[in-house]
């Protein structure tokens, strides 16, 4: 099964900075990483799929780069909606495994 | 507009059985496969079962295994997950999720409910 580690696991930053998450596989997935924004109570949302593509209505704020095993989602300016927790997913082979999250609080 | 409403979560008894159900809406059903993926309380998303969109192949997490089934019915645009066998470990919010296409490998989770929660206790 292939591992998904995050860093941070948790974020604190302010609104206008620019902020980096990182994500690594234990193999090499290629470009098939995915990555999602969950706010609290409410269900994921998909921001980026295969590694850099935008997902319909994402902010281009939101970019996503890598492949292989390492791959960042980067946010160039934090807005106040922003504050979320951040999750990667690689979809090369099942099961389809989740990182453990980025909780991005305000700072 | 893609919306896909979870129902049939609840109280279930160690080794219990339930089963869910995700009536979707805002796009042809048949044509994409469909995830259900789950939350502990206040923990991470854990991928659990995907379907693909003729329902020919199925996929599971280890940790399900030959205790959870996941299944479609394209007359009704319902996605399901029976669960038999049920312990505490079980306990969660279960998304359904669609796909971006016909199989579910090497794609992505584009639309989401809501979640139904499963609690296992006696």
């Known amino acids: 099964d292939i591992q998904m580690t995050q860093s941070p696991s948790s974020l604190s930053a302010s609104v206008g900075d620019r902020v980096t998450i990182t994500c690594r596989a234990s193999?090499?997935?290629?470009?098939?990483l995915n990555w999602y924004q969950q706010k609290p109570g409410k269900a994921p949302k998909l921001l980026i799929y295969?590694?850099?593509s935008f997902h319909t209505g994402v902010p281009s704020r939101f970019s996503g780069s890598g492949s292989g095993t390492d791959f960042t989602l980067t946010i160039s300016s934090l807005q106040p909606e922003d504050f979320a927790t951040y999750y990667c997913q690689q979809s090369y082979s099942t099961p389809f495994s989740f990182g453990q999250g980025t909780n991005l609080e305000i700072k | 507009e893609v919306q896909l409403v979870e129902s049939g979560g609840g109280l279930a008894q160690p080794g219990g059985s339930l089963r869910l159900s995700c009536a979707a809406s805002g796009f042809s059903f048949r044509s994409y496969a469909m995830h259900w993926v789950r939350q502990a309380p206040g923990k991470g998303l854990e991928w659990v079962s995907a379907i693909s969109a003729s329902g020919d192949r199925t996929y599971y997490a280890d940790s399900v295994k030959g205790r959870f089934t996941i299944s479609r019915d394209s007359s009704k645009n319902t996605l399901y997950l029976q669960m038999n066998s049920l312990g505490a470990e079980d306990t969660a919010v279960y998304y359904c999720?669609?796909?971006?296409?016909?199989?579910?490998?090497?794609?992505?989770?584009?639309?989401w409910g809501q979640g139904t929660q499963v609690t296992v206790s006696s």
């Open positions: 193999q090499s997935i290629s470009s098939y």
């Open positions: 295969a590694a850099s």
């Open positions: 999720a669609k796909d971006g296409y016909t199989y579910p490998l090497r794609n992505y989770f584009d639309s």
